[in-house]
Structure formats: structure tokens, C-alpha cells
């Protein structure tokens, strides 16, 4: 099982990125994925997640409005699609997986619920 984030890079304020978590080993609808930033010195946030299979999604209040997660099965990616970036956007992002069956319902994007971990792919928003 293996989670690879890419599509990070330099942006200007108001601009956009959309990340992409790619995997390997499983089918990431089969799990909840997660998408989480940590910016140095800070802890690691939860963004937004996808729920397996019947794909609700949810935001953290920080993103809401600005932030968009998609899926495409075929692909076995996950998109995370950011508009309207701020500064305090920049940090490294992450992508997760929770495969865990015993987790129903919509997901939540709970760092410590997620056991598979992609490489971190950096954002910075700078003028």
C-alpha cells in the first residue's frame, strides 16, 4: 500500500494548485482519504477527506469555500483543488488513507485515524 502526493509548488496569493494523491496497492475508494498540511512549528491539520465508496466529503472551516476534493476512480487519484491561496496556506501537504472498516460513516479528517501516508509535497504562497 503505497500514498504518493504530488503537484505542490510556488504560487502568488489568490492563485491556485491542485494537488493529486496517487496510490498503489489498493483501490482509494475502498478507503476514507484525507488531505492534511503541517506548517513548520505547528501541528498537522486536517483539510478535507473523502468518505469510501459513497463519497460525502468534509472540510475544515479554514478551507471551506476555497478548497475542493474530487476522485477519480479510474485514476485511483484523489484531487485536492486550492483557489484563492493565502499565505498561511503555505505549509507541506500530506495525503492519508484510513482503511480501516470498522470506521463507517462519513469520514473525518482526524490525523490519527489514518495509517497509510503519502510523502509530504510542499505549497508556497508568497508574493
Known amino acids: 500500500v503505497q500514498l504518493q502526493a504530488f503537484g505542490g509548488g510556488s504560487v502568488q496569493p489568490g492563485g491556485s494548485l491542485r494537488l493529486s494523491c496517487a496510490a498503489s496497492?489498493?483501490?482509494?475508494?475502498?478507503?476514507?482519504i484525507g488531505w492534511f498540511r503541517q506548517a513548520p512549528g505547528k501541528v498537522r491539520e486536517g483539510l478535507s477527506c473523502?468518505?469510501?465508496?459513497?463519497?460525502?466529503?468534509k472540510y475544515a472551516d479554514s478551507v471551506k469555500g476555497r478548497f475542493t476534493i474530487s476522485r477519480d476512480k479510474a485514476k485511483n487519484i484523489v484531487y485536492l483543488e486550492m483557489n484563492n491561496l493565502k499565505p498561511e496556506d503555505t505549509a507541506v501537504y500530506y495525503c492519508?488513507?484510513?482503511?480501516?472498516?470498522?470506521?463507517?460513516?462519513?469520514?473525518?479528517?482526524?490525523?490519527?485515524?489514518?495509517?497509510?501516508w503519502g510523502q509530504g509535497t510542499l505549497v508556497t504562497v508568497s508574493s
Open positions: 492519508a488513507a484510513d482503511r480501516a472498516a470498522f470506521r463507517t460513516g462519513i469520514c473525518r479528517a482526524i490525523p490519527r485515524f489514518y495509517e497509510y
Open positions: 496497492g489498493f483501490a482509494l475508494d475502498s478507503a476514507h
Open positions: 473523502f468518505t469510501r465508496n459513497n463519497g460525502g466529503t
